[in-house]
């Protein structure tokens, strides 16, 4: 998984694999979610992502039980 940010822009990506992308669909006006060719989630696209609350993000780690 990768995250990028571009400041410029205000654009959150989170690419969860390499799979190449078949098919782009609009949530709503700010998130779009990218597909490979076996429905498998490929990327998130977070527009306007700082003004709406989605970045910065709070991380947190914790131990499976």
């Given amino acids: 998984m990768r995250t990028t940010y571009y400041d410029d822009d205000d ?5 969860l694999s390499d799979k190449p992308i ?3 669909v609009s949530q709503d006006w700010h998130t779009h979610i990218s597909y490979a060719e076996d ?3 490929v ?6 992502a700082k003004a709406n609350g989605a970045f910065p993000f709070q991380l947190e ?4 039980a």
């Fill in 11 to 15: 654009i959150l990506v989170i690419r």
């Fill in 22 to 24: 078949s098919r782009e």
């Fill in 39 to 41: 429905g498998s989630t």
């Fill in 43 to 48: 990327e998130i696209v977070l527009l306007d």
């Fill in 61 to 64: 780690h914790a131990q499976a």
